[in-house]
Protein backbone atom coordinates (compact mmCIF):
# COMPACT_ATOMS: atom_id res chain seq x y z
CA UNK A 1 0.00 0.00 0.00
CA UNK A 2 1.60 3.58 -0.82
CA UNK A 3 -0.61 6.29 0.53
CA UNK A 4 1.43 8.73 -1.40
CA UNK A 5 1.94 12.41 0.44
CA UNK A 6 2.83 13.84 -3.02
CA UNK A 7 -0.09 16.00 -4.99
CA UNK A 8 -1.77 13.22 -7.34
CA UNK A 9 -0.83 15.47 -10.37
CA UNK A 10 2.34 13.92 -10.82
CA UNK A 11 1.07 10.05 -10.80
CA UNK A 12 0.92 8.00 -14.15
CA UNK A 13 -2.17 7.13 -15.23
CA UNK A 14 -1.15 3.57 -13.52
CA UNK A 15 -0.25 5.14 -10.31
CA UNK A 16 -3.15 7.36 -9.70
CA UNK A 17 -5.65 4.03 -10.47
CA UNK A 18 -3.55 2.26 -7.87
CA UNK A 19 -3.61 5.17 -5.67
CA UNK A 20 -7.35 5.14 -5.53
CA UNK A 21 -7.69 1.67 -5.17
CA UNK A 22 -5.37 1.56 -2.16
CA UNK A 23 -6.65 4.31 -0.69
CA UNK A 24 -10.40 3.50 -0.68
CA UNK A 25 -8.60 0.16 0.97
CA UNK A 26 -7.31 2.24 3.57
CA UNK A 27 -10.80 3.77 4.17
CA UNK A 28 -12.69 0.23 4.96
CA UNK A 29 -9.39 -0.46 7.03
CA UNK A 30 -10.36 2.81 8.67
CA UNK A 31 -14.13 1.97 8.96
CA UNK A 32 -13.39 -1.23 10.39
CA UNK A 33 -14.42 -3.30 7.60
CA UNK A 34 -11.74 -5.23 6.23
CA UNK A 35 -9.58 -7.46 8.14
CA UNK A 36 -6.77 -7.06 6.20
CA UNK A 37 -4.33 -4.40 6.14
CA UNK A 38 -5.23 -3.09 9.77
CA UNK A 39 -1.94 -3.08 10.64
CA UNK A 40 -0.34 -1.24 7.79
CA UNK A 41 1.70 1.45 8.86
CA UNK A 42 0.76 4.04 6.13
CA UNK A 43 -2.40 4.33 8.64
CA UNK A 44 -1.07 5.41 11.40
CA UNK A 45 -0.73 9.05 10.39
CA UNK A 46 -4.50 8.77 9.74
CA UNK A 47 -5.45 7.05 12.80
CA UNK A 48 -3.66 10.08 14.66
CA UNK A 49 -5.82 12.67 13.08
CA UNK A 50 -8.59 14.12 15.09
CA UNK A 51 -11.42 12.47 12.79
CA UNK A 52 -9.71 9.89 10.72
CA UNK A 53 -12.69 8.69 8.44
CA UNK A 54 -13.12 12.48 7.65
CA UNK A 55 -8.72 12.85 6.72
CA UNK A 56 -9.35 10.12 4.79
CA UNK A 57 -12.60 11.10 2.64
CA UNK A 58 -10.55 14.22 2.19
CA UNK A 59 -7.71 12.39 1.00
CA UNK A 60 -10.18 10.42 -1.66
CA UNK A 61 -11.93 13.44 -2.42
CA UNK A 62 -8.53 15.38 -3.91
CA UNK A 63 -7.74 11.91 -5.64
CA UNK A 64 -11.08 11.99 -7.41
CA UNK A 65 -10.75 15.97 -8.52
CA UNK A 66 -7.65 14.42 -10.44
CA UNK A 67 -9.05 12.10 -11.44
CA UNK A 68 -11.93 14.13 -12.73
CA UNK A 69 -9.78 16.52 -14.08
CA UNK A 70 -8.40 14.15 -16.73
CA UNK A 71 -11.76 12.93 -17.45
CA UNK A 72 -10.81 9.60 -15.32
CA UNK A 73 -14.53 7.97 -14.23
CA UNK A 74 -13.90 7.14 -10.57
CA UNK A 75 -17.10 6.84 -8.31
CA UNK A 76 -17.84 9.77 -6.31
CA UNK A 77 -20.45 7.40 -4.20
CA UNK A 78 -16.81 5.05 -3.26
CA UNK A 79 -16.22 7.81 -0.37
CA UNK A 80 -18.29 9.64 2.29
CA UNK A 81 -18.58 13.22 2.39
CA UNK A 82 -15.78 15.59 3.61
CA UNK A 83 -18.15 18.06 5.86
CA UNK A 84 -16.59 21.55 6.67
CA UNK A 85 -12.36 21.91 6.91
CA UNK A 86 -10.65 18.83 8.02
CA UNK A 87 -7.58 19.82 9.99
CA UNK A 88 -4.47 18.85 7.83
CA UNK A 89 -1.86 15.96 8.23
CA UNK A 90 2.06 17.33 9.07
CA UNK A 91 4.77 16.39 6.45
CA UNK A 92 8.07 16.02 6.89
CA UNK A 93 10.13 17.33 3.98
CA UNK A 94 12.31 14.23 4.31
CA UNK A 95 9.29 12.06 3.52
CA UNK A 96 7.94 14.26 0.58
CA UNK A 97 11.48 13.97 -1.25
CA UNK A 98 12.21 10.33 -0.64
CA UNK A 99 8.99 9.72 -2.22
CA UNK A 100 9.32 12.17 -5.03
CA UNK A 101 12.63 10.10 -6.12
CA UNK A 102 10.56 6.92 -5.91
CA UNK A 103 8.08 8.43 -7.95
CA UNK A 104 10.56 9.58 -10.35
CA UNK A 105 12.35 6.34 -10.56
CA UNK A 106 9.10 4.26 -11.32
CA UNK A 107 8.22 7.02 -13.92
CA UNK A 108 11.24 6.70 -15.60
CA UNK A 109 10.18 3.11 -16.34
CA UNK A 110 6.47 3.60 -16.82
CA UNK A 111 5.98 6.68 -18.41
CA UNK A 112 8.74 8.61 -19.88
CA UNK A 113 7.15 11.36 -20.76
CA UNK A 114 5.24 11.99 -17.47
CA UNK A 115 9.49 11.92 -16.55
CA UNK A 116 10.87 14.09 -18.48
CA UNK A 117 8.06 16.56 -17.94
CA UNK A 118 8.52 16.76 -13.96
CA UNK A 119 12.20 15.65 -13.64
CA UNK A 120 13.65 19.16 -13.31
CA UNK A 121 11.45 19.66 -10.35
CA UNK A 122 13.24 20.02 -7.20
CA UNK A 123 10.34 20.44 -4.72
CA UNK A 124 7.01 18.68 -5.63
CA UNK A 125 3.55 20.09 -3.76
CA UNK A 126 2.56 17.51 -1.62
CA UNK A 127 -1.02 16.45 -1.22
CA UNK A 128 -3.45 19.10 -0.40
CA UNK A 129 -4.17 17.40 2.90
CA UNK A 130 -1.07 17.15 4.32
CA UNK A 131 1.30 20.80 5.54
CA UNK A 132 4.76 20.27 4.71
CA UNK A 133 7.28 21.12 7.68
CA UNK A 134 11.00 20.43 8.16
CA UNK A 135 11.76 17.14 9.53
CA UNK A 136 13.25 13.25 8.40
CA UNK A 137 11.11 10.54 6.32
CA UNK A 138 8.25 9.15 8.60
CA UNK A 139 9.15 6.57 10.99
CA UNK A 140 6.05 4.56 9.94
CA UNK A 141 7.98 4.41 6.06
CA UNK A 142 9.60 1.05 5.21
CA UNK A 143 12.60 1.02 3.12
CA UNK A 144 11.82 2.11 -0.55
CA UNK A 145 14.57 -0.21 -2.66
Not at 56 to 84: K, M, T
Not at 105 to 123: S, V
Request: proline share 7%; glycine share 8%.
Amino acid sequence: MRLWSLHPRYLDAKGLVALWREALLARAVLRGATRGYRHHPQLDRFREHPAPRQAINAYLAAVYAEAQARGYRFDRGRFGPVRGEVAMLPLNDGQLDLEWRHLLAKLALRDPARHACWQGLARPDCHPLFRLRRGPVAAWERAIG
